[in-house]
């Protein structure tokens, strides 16, 4: 929930199933979900008036530095919002990631994960003065926003503890607008004062693409501007809020929204109680506002008449860095949108014969051709030690086709060639700060440029024709501003020191001068900066914006422009006479001057980390079950600590007529490698044979070793389990099934390199395979000898046509041994071994099993439902054809049709329904197929 910057119902019965059922799901989540940290860390504590802060080493400094912040903050929003969490709010700060990051959790505790490491200062990045400040009011908006509770809900929370949050299920607009004007207010920078997040907005209103109230709802939104979309429209609307009706009303539509949160449409009860009008009213007033103020807007600039370019691409979403090869015949530019993986394409100037480069896990946007333009550098993401994802330097040879790596742990990016070929310059980062290094391409020899200064942001840096000088872009105390460095001398000359964000500089052919991006305007425009004459002039008058402008050798711009369908190539004539020439001022820039607070907050003192606190069960729920004699009555709970290393869940029931109690007990370790689990559990387990059921207990104690090995591309684990299994009949059993006690050892192995977009209906590629062997033996203290084998692959064929998919999956199972009927394999219906539509379940000790399908979309619907937390995204079929073979052949064929849908504004989920005909003995003819999620 919250992250700064990521299944609806399908009737009424099957809505309060699901509901029932979010306990147990939430539980899970609890009990299974592995640690986010590398294991082996050194973590301490600093607990402050309203905050627990958590960090390791290396992180002292700025966690002082955090804890001082956040209480500011607190001081502020707390009494805004009129509420104040029962206990202190856990904050975890760790470096173990070079991408910036903040998300917020309610559940089970409330808690603030966050990198130290800022928005790179570039396009498509944030306006801030301060990252500390502006993540901390977000997310701890958040917090306080998903903690509030009032009415009937806070009577349920008394009772049942923190599982009861009706505020963490609420329209995405809401949660994350009221962040947005808080980071806004707090740190007088945000995305409510950033004209990049201004320009999206503005867009959509001039070109008439302004998203439904029901888009806005949720994250899921596929087309552009995507995951974007409740943060922009969002924080808009709660601007016309405060304008409108008084920012007071804020924390009425929070305690209003708890309070309605059974009825229907509870997000316009809430805001009609607070302001008297409901949400769809108050979304055709904010329309009305958003287009005066962008008509007037329009007029404004048009008086200065706009500029003309030429639009290269159309496929909109996000291109970036369009840069003219050595020889400039061709611009290259890298691609990022919901369709595929990140690439570098290369076209003609004239926007033909554009094609990939190469596909790549692109950790920034940026890249430099060698100046024989043979070679192309750029930064990848790559997993260290498998848990911590960085991004270091690689080398594609356009010839070869060849990608070597450059860099090892150096957390480098940015990177761009000299003149000559013989260095590369780049940006390091660690504990939030940058350097600028250089690299011998020869020697691989790396050193420094810029001393290390803690909160330092550099971004494209780039050599000067000549190889004497190297222009960036540096971020400090709220400046964002241009650079020149003298490579010899490391003399620096500072270009522009303002208010404005300028970004993404780049030398003109004969180095004379500088252009780059600059929001001066309250819209990005192209600026070029005179060295000689030290003079500044604008280049361009657009509408939306223009971004990472380079220049030929010709005398042509290529740079990218906006629309509302995302970020496009554009190129224009570099015309002397259309120059426009503005002062160049230089004074602190507004971002940073917020008033010294009154309270002088304490440092606090350093203590070790203890897991306790947060692992203490913070909720319980009521359990059902059904036993031999009736009704099954318990209840369920568990726990996780912050740090995500250990975790539990309870789930226990009594048979109210049985007078038997059944239990299941979890318990993993994620702090060190490898992982464990240890369990134990007594379960009452109805078979149905010959339409009777045949009941019997099952108790079972587990050690489960986990090795799990990470990367980028693929994710595998390692498992070594031994279980303890006892079967006992409760009920007269049929004369297959088995009783006694088995004792043995698994060893599984998994793998997946799959891959999915985000318009993808399916993963599109790469293969999943599980490979495990059981082994239970007498010599074990087991009753039976049993060998028994598991085998499956599923391989996913991305077709030509967009996102058409050929999926196969095979497997294969044996047991060797003694019998026990129900420990073999079961296909069929439902899923055990693996899918057979078309046939009732049966058991086997030796099968066979094949699924193919050929997956396609239908159409795209991407709209909701106005009274109900139900979103559709899309429709697609699967056409499928599943043969089994055990003692017989068994083949069956049909239609799948499937609607993914986001239930709740959270949680997706596909429905599916068909038809199966099954052909052999024991088929069924145009057998009905209903189901939740995908066949595999």
């Not at 005179?530 to 003079?535: D, Q, V």
């Not at 995500?644 to 109690?661: F, P, Q, T, V």
């Not at 986990?706 to 389990?721: D, E, G, H, L």
Request: aromatic share 14%; charged share 20%; hydrophobic share 35%.
């Amino acid at each position: 929930m919250g992250r700064f910057g990521k299944n609806y119902n399908l009737m009424n019965k099957k809505c309060k199933g699901f509901l029932l059922s979010i306990p147990y799901l939430l539980l899970a989540i609890i009990s299974f979900g592995a640690s986010f940290f590398p294991p082996g860390l050194k973590w301490q504590v600093l607990e402050t008036d309203h905050f627990i802060i958590h960090f390791h080493d290396g992180e002292e400094e700025i966690a002082k530095e955090l804890s001082r912040i956040a209480e500011e903050v607190a001081e502020e929003i707390v009494p805004f919002l009129r509420h104040k969490p029962k206990g202190k709010t856990q904050i975890v700060l760790s470096d173990n990631t070079d991408y910036c990051y903040g998300f917020a959790m309610a559940f089970p505790n409330n808690a603030i994960y966050i990198s130290p490491t800022p928005p790179s200062p570039e396009f498509l990045s944030i306006r801030y003065g301060d990252w500390l400040r502006l993540v901390i009011s977000h997310e701890y908006t958040h917090v306080l926003h998903m903690d509030t509770i009032s009415g009937f809900p806070h009577y349920l929370r008394s009772i049942f503890g923190r599982i009861i949050i009706p505020n963490a299920i609420q329209p995405i607009w809401l949660l994350e607008g009221l962040a947005v004007y808080n980071e806004s207010k707090m740190d007088t920078g945000g995305r409510l004062s950033d004209p990049f997040y201004d320009m999206i907005l503005r867009q959509a209103v001039l070109e008439d693409r302004i998203n439904s109230l029901d888009q806005i709802r949720g994250y899921h939104l596929k087309s552009w501007p995507s995951r974007t979309t409740p943060y922009v429209y969002g924080g808009s609307l709660f601007k016309y809020m405060a304008e409108k009706y008084g920012e007071e009303r804020f924390s009425e539509i929070n305690y209003g929204y708890s309070r309605y949160f059974f009825t229907i449409s509870p997000e316009s009860w809430a805001i009609r109680t607070a302001t008297g009008i409901g949400s769809e009213t108050l979304y055709h007033e904010w329309i009305k506002w958003v287009k005066e103020r962008y008509h007037k807007q329009l007029m404004e600039i048009k008086k200065v008449g706009i500029t003309i370019s030429k639009r290269l691409t159309y496929r909109g979403f996000i291109a970036a860095n369009p840069t003219f090869s050595p020889d400039g015949r061709y611009i290259a530019y890298m691609e990022r949108n919901m369709d595929g993986q990140d690439c570098l394409r290369i076209m003609r100037e004239d926007g033909k014969e554009d094609h990939k480069l190469v596909n790549g896990d692109f950790s920034h946007l940026s890249f430099s051709f060698s100046p024989d333009g043979e070679e192309v550098v750029f930064s990848q993401k790559v997993v260290e030690k498998g848990f911590s994802t960085y991004s270091d330097l690689y080398i594609f040879n356009l010839v070869s086709k060849k990608l070597k790596r450059l860099t090892y742990g150096k957390r480098a990016k940015d990177p761009s060639f000299s003149p000559d070929g013989k260095y590369i310059v780049f940006v390091t980062n660690e504990l939030g700060s940058n350097r600028l290094m250089v690299m011998d391409t020869y020697s691989g020899d790396i050193s420094p440029l810029t001393s290390d200064r803690p909160h330092v942001q550099y971004s494209n840096p780039s050599f000067s024709s000549d190889g004497k000088k190297i222009v960036y872009t540096c971020w400090e105390k709220g400046y964002q501003d241009i650079f020149v460095m003298d490579v010899e001398s490391k003399d620096i000359i500072p270009i522009t020191h303002d208010k404005a964000q300028d970004i993404t500089p780049s030398w003109l052919p004969d180095s004379s001068g500088i252009i780059f991006s600059s929001d001066r305007t309250g819209v990005y425009n192209l600026y070029i900066y005179s060295l000689k004459g030290r003079k500044l002039y604008r280049i361009t008058n657009v509408i939306s914006g223009a971004f990472s402008p380079c220049v030929s050798k010709e005398g042509k711009v290529t740079f990218v422009s906006y629309s509302a369908d995302g970020f496009d190539i554009h190129l224009m004539d570099l015309d002397k006479a259309t120059w426009q020439e503005v002062p160049i001022t230089h004074h602190p820039s507004p971002i940073t001057q917020r008033p010294s607070p009154n309270t002088q907050y304490p440092i606090p003192n350093t203590l070790n980390y203890n897991p306790l606190p947060t692992l203490l069960p913070k909720f319980w729920f009521p359990a059902l079950g059904l036993d031999e004699e009736g009704l099954q009555l318990g209840f369920l709970s568990g726990g996780k600590d912050v740090l995500y290393e250990h975790s539990y869940s309870i789930n226990a029931r009594y048979g109210l007529n049985s007078k038997r109690l059944v239990y299941n007990l979890r318990y993993t370790n994620d702090q060190f490698y490898p992982s464990f689990t240890i369990g134990v559990s007594s379960n009452i387990v109805p078979y149905l044979v010959n339409d009777k059921f045949y009941w019997e207990e099952e108790k079972e104690r587990i050690l489960d070793l986990s090795f799990p090995i990470n990367s980028i591309n693929s994710k595998q684990r390692f498992s070594i389990r031994y279980s303890v299994e006892k079967l006992k009949p409760i009920t007269s059993p049929p004369k297959e099934y088995t009783r006694g006690e088995l004792c043995g050892s698994t060893i599984s192995w998994e793998f997946s390199n799959t891959r999915k977009f985000g318009s993808s209906i399916s993963e599109v590629g790469g293969r999943h395979i599980s490979i495990s062997y059981s082994i239970m033996d007498k010599s074990l203290g087991s009753d039976f000898n049993i060998n028994k084998y598991r085998f499956t692959w599923s391989e996913y064929i991305g077709l030509p046509f967009k996102h058409h998919v050929l999926a196969i999956r095979f497997a294969y199972g044996l047991v060797t041994g003694d019998t026990v009927f129900q420990r073999q394999f079961k296909i069929g219906e439902d899923t055990g071994f693996g899918l057979l539509r078309g046939y009732k379940s049966y058991r086997g000790s030796n099968i066979y099993l094949v699924n193919l399908e050929y997956r396609a979309p239908v159409c795209n619907i991407e709209r909701g439902l106005d009274f109900l937390p139900l979103f559709f995204d899309r429709v697609h079929h699967t056409v499928f054809l599943d043969l089994a073979l055990n003692v017989h052949v068994k083949v069956s064929t049909g239609l799948e049709l499937r609607v993914d849908t986001h239930i709740f504004y959270h949680i997706p989920i596909t429905l599916r329904a068909g038809i199966a005909y099954g052909f052999n003995e024991g088929g069924k003819k145009l057998l009905p197929i209903i189901g939740i999620g995908t066949s595999f």
